[in-house]
C-alpha cells in the first residue's frame, strides 16, 4: 500500500488503541484457562490474529463478536493424537510466547511463520532444549519443537527480550513441581514481564518475584528471581485490554510536528513500560537546553525507537543509549530510521548501542519512503511527513499492530490519501 501525505495539522482528540502487548496476555491465559473467558476491547491486528490462530490450533474454541472474543480454553497439556501447527505470521511475541507452551506435553509441535519471523533470536529456547533434551529445529520458516519441559531452575541472561521469559511465564505454573527464572541484571524490558505476571494474576496464576524459596540455587547479587508455583490452574476471567501507549505515542507525537492533538483512554497506573513517552518526548524537547552526557536510556522502552526518533529530527536531534536490540525487531529499526531520516535531510549516527539523531532542517523527500514491512517506522514517518509532505510505500505494515492508524490520522484532519501500489 502506498500512502501520500500533504503538509497538515493534526487537531482533534483521539481514543488510545487497545494494548497489543496486553491482548496478547489475556488472550493466551483465557485460552489456557479450562472454561469460558471473556476477552473485550480487541483491536483485531495481524499479531492479535496469530495468536488467535495458534490457541485455535492448541484446540482453544475462540469466536469474535465486534471486537470481544469468547473463548473456552483447553488443557495444552494433554496428549491430542496428532501434531499441532501453529501459523505465527510474523509475530515475534506469538512465536516466543508459544514455543514453551508447545512443549508441555510430548507430541510434536510446529511454529510456521515467514523468513524474517525466523531470522530473529531464540537462543534462550534452543539452550533450555538443549539442556533437557527436548526436541528444538529450526528453519527458514517453521520451529519443530517437543517436550515435555521439565521443572527446574532456569538460570538466564537479562540481556535478551522479556518474550522469552513470559513465554516461560505461560507454560512453567502447569508442571506439577515449582520452577524459578534466575535472571542476571540489568533485565532489559523488565515492564513487559510484569506485565505477564500481571496477565497470570487475574487468571488466579501467581508469581513470585524475589522469592527463593525451596531453590536448589542460591542467588547472586545481580540475579533477579522469579518463583513460579507448579500446579497451578488458569481460571477463567472476563477482562477487558486498557489503553495501548505505545500506539498512543504517535498521536502525541503530532503535537511535536504543530498538531494540537488529545489522546484518551489511557489507563495512568499502567505497567506498560511505554508509558514513559511523555516524559522521553519532553526530555528531547528540552535536549537543546540540558546537558545530558549519559543520553536517553530506551533499554526498558525498545518499541518506542522509531517515534522518539522522529521526535528528535523534529526538535533539533537528541542522543540515545540502549538500542542494541532495535536490530532484531520487524526490522533493523535504527538502520531503518537512518536511511529515512536521511531522504528527509537529517542526519542520524548509529552505533552497536546507541543512536544520534543530529540537528538538522526536515525537507520535502525527493523519493519516496520505505515503511520497511515495520509498523512502526511507517506510522514514525507519518508523522514526519504532516510536515513536509511526501509518499511512503509499503505501509500496509500497519495492520501489523494498528489496523485503522491511517482513518485516524485522516480523522484527525491529516491531509492524506492511501491505496495499492
Known sequence: M????????????????????????????????????????????????????????LGADIRLKGNTAHVKGTDVTK??????????SESGSTLRFFI?????????????????LLKRPLNLYETVARMQQL???????????????????FICPGGVSSQFFSGMMFALPLLKNNSWLYIREPV?????????????????????CGDTAGSPEK????????????????????????????????????????????????????LQGDKVYPKLFAKIKDAQKVIDIGG???????????????????????????????????SDRANAMKQELEKLGVGMTVEKNEVVVHNGRLCPPRMALSGHNDHRIVMALSVLLTVTGGVIEGAEAVKKSFPDFFERLHDLGVDLTYGMD
Request: glycine share 10%.
Open 296 to 330: 536517553i536510556d530506551i533499554s526498558d522502552c525498545p518499541d518506542l525507537g522509531p517515534v522518539l526518533f522522529a521526535v528528535a529530527a523534529l526538535c533539533g536531534g537528541a542522543r540515545f543509549t540502549g538500542t542494541r536490540r532495535l536490530k532484531y525487531k520487524e
Open 100 to 116: 514453551p507452551i508447545c512443549m508441555l506435553n510430548g507430541e510434536e509441535r510446529v511454529l510456521t511463520g515467514s523468513q524474517y
Open 135 to 153: 526436541r528444538f529445529e529450526k528453519f527458514d520458516n517453521r520451529a519443530v519443537v517437543q517436550g515435555p519441559l521439565r521443572e527446574a531452575v
Open 79 to 88: 496428549p491430542t493424537g496428532s501434531i499441532a501447527v501453529l501459523p505465527c
Open 2 to 57: 502506498r500512502v501520500e501525505i500533504r503538509p497538515s495539522k493534526a487537531k482533534g482528540a483521539v481514543d488510545a488503541p487497545p494494548s497489543k502487548s496486553m491482548a496478547h496476555r489475556l488472550l493466551i491465559c483465557a485460552g489456557l484457562a479450562e472454561g469460558r473467558s471473556t476477552v473485550r476491547n480487541l483491536a483485531l491486528s495481524e499479531d492479535i490474529k496469530a495468536t488467535i490462530a495458534c490457541l485455535r490450533s
Open 219 to 270: 542467588a547472586d547479587d545481580d540475579q533477579l528471581v522469579y518463583k513460579i508455583p507448579g500446579g497451578g490452574r488458569y481460571i477463567p476471567q472476563d477482562v477487558t485490554v486498557e489503553g495501548d501507549w505505545s500506539n498512543a505515542a504517535f498521536f502525541e507525537a503530532l503535537n511535536y510536528a504543530g498538531g494540537k492533538v488529545t489522546v484518551r483512554g489511557l489507563l495512568q497506573n499502567s
Open 188 to 208: 532489559e524490558s523488565r515492564p513487559y514481564i510484569d506485565m505477564t505476571a500481571s496477565a497470570l494474576g487475574r487468571f488466579g496464576v501467581g508469581v513470585l
